[in-house]
């Protein structure tokens, strides 16, 4: 009974170590498979990327056929141009038109519409100015005779302590009287149609003329000039009348 015993349990061992062995030798060697399988997987990942990067649509390059077009370079203008740009300006007045003309000849640069927007900019400066008494601002602004008349004027209001509040409302209408050429120098007249709301008032502050509450209609003549022959293109004011 023994014996048998121990035959069985030897052969089971021998069986038993058999089967490891035979185990250790399958697992431990590389049939080749596995490199084919991992040569399989590098494959199926080119193809993946190959696939995704075409199914990417590339932008198309800009190219000079995609450009916009250069601006194209503006032609001079006509003499027509020019004759209907200065008769508009000058609201049909033949005389105002031939001297804005005129200046026109002696200097191309001049235009009637940006020439109206600095004189507009210009009294609305001068304006303010003279009612403030800021004279370093006029002084820029005026010849040297009509600076000496605001100049005399703002000296005397000051003599008296008087002070003016006013309020530029705006230019209700702008538009050209006069025009001519007196030799190399440009000479322009305009009338200005503004509204103000201005009032003088004393030491005390008593309003002595004008109105604090109410906005005045005022009319201007004012003429400016240039001197053609000079790189400054800067016009002055050198004379100033009220409407009758």
């Known amino acids: 009974m023994d014996g048998r015993l121990d035959l069985i349990t030897l052969l089971a ?20 498979d596995e490199e084919a399988r991992f040569q399989q997987r590098v494959k199926a990942r080119e ?31 006509t003499a027509a141009d020019v004759e209907a740009k200065f008769k508009a300006a000058a609201s049909g007045d033949a005389g105002v ?54 100049s005399a004027a703002i000296a ?34 305009v009338r200005f149609i503004s509204q103000l709301i201005s009032a003088t008032r004393d030491k005390a502050g008593q309003v002595v003329a004008g109105d604090a509450q109410r906005i005045t209609e005022v009319t201007d003549i004012w003429t400016f000039a240039r001197d053609t022959s000079s790189r400054n293109p800067n016009w002055q004011l050198i004379a100033t009348q009220a409407s009758a």
């Open 13 to 32: 061992l021998v069986v038993a170590v058999v089967a490891i062995l035979k185990l250790r030798s399958v697992l431990g060697k590389r049939t080749g």
């Open 47 to 77: 193809t993946a990327e190959r696939a995704a990067s075409e199914k990417v649509v590339a932008l198309p390059r800009r190219g000079r056929e995609d450009q916009a077009p250069p601006p194209r370079p503006q032609q001079a203008p």
């Open 97 to 150: 038109e031939q001297g804005l003309l005129q200046i026109y000849r002696a200097d191309g640069s001049f235009d009637p519409e940006h020439f109206m927007r600095g004189a507009k900019q210009a009294y609305e400066m001068i304006v303010t100015a003279f009612a403030e008494g800021n004279r370093k601002v006029l002084r820029d602004l005026l010849s040297r005779e009509v600076f000496d008349g605001f």
């Open 156 to 189: 005397d209001r000051e003599s008296r302590g008087e002070q003016i509040d006013q309020s530029f409302v705006g230019i209700n209408r702008a538009e050209f009287v006069e025009a001519e050429m007196k030799q190399s120098r440009a000479l322009v007249t």
